[in-house]
């Protein structure tokens, strides 16, 4: 008995729709990690750029999430209050906001991530070092497209918002004034 093997479409779709899925369950696990901590998701991806990068520039963290800099301004306070990040003055540029972690980060918000990386290593343990290579390579790849999608969503005009009062403007307007 033979099996027919899928397509090179029907894999690509099927690799997707799980990409897909596992984002979505990582979005989930740290929105769950930030509620536990007292801070919003956004400040907790702030947070994980800076364990990533090192101490980084407010103006960078800005830069990288997309976020004005005053939002920015309004993350570090959140992260500071909950004693994750302080920031500091560069020595080179006074002018310059240097976010740093705080050692309570490896207290308080690593353990939280054990579950998360003890099943990822599960997940990993059967492959081979060449196979984890291959999807070393293949995570880097979406990462860089991944960068290049987000810049290219930030390129694109943005629909003209409205205000409150301009949304029911515009309803009466499409369904005609109302009779007295």
Do not use: N
Request: hydrophobic share 45%; net charge positive; with cysteine.
């Amino acid at each position: 008995m033979s099996t027919v093997s899928p397509t090179r479409l029907e894999l690509t779709e099927e690799l997707t729709r799980a990409m897909r899925d596992a984002s979505a369950k990582g979005v989930i696990y740290s929105e769950a990690v930030a509620e536990r901590l007292g801070i919003g998701s956004a400040d907790l991806e702030c947070l994980d750029l800076i364990a990533l990068s090192g101490p980084i520039s407010a103006g960078a963290i800005a830069d990288a999430v997309g976020l004005t800099s005053g939002a920015v301004t309004g993350v570090v306070d959140r992260l500071e209050r909950a004693g994750l990040a302080h920031r500091e003055r560069s020595r080179e540029d006074r002018r310059v906001v240097i976010v740093r972690l705080t050692p309570a980060v490896e207290r308080r918000v690593v353990p939280l991530f054990r579950p998360m990386e003890k099943a990822a290593m599960s997940a990993l343990a059967d492959y081979g070092d060449e196979e984890l290579q291959l999807l070393l390579d293949f995570f880097r790849r979406v990462g860089a497209a991944a960068a290049t999608a987000l810049s290219e969503l930030r390129d694109l005009k943005k629909p003209a918002s409205r205000s409150r009062r301009g949304e029911k403007a515009a309803a009466i307007r499409d369904r005609g004034a109302p009779k007295r």
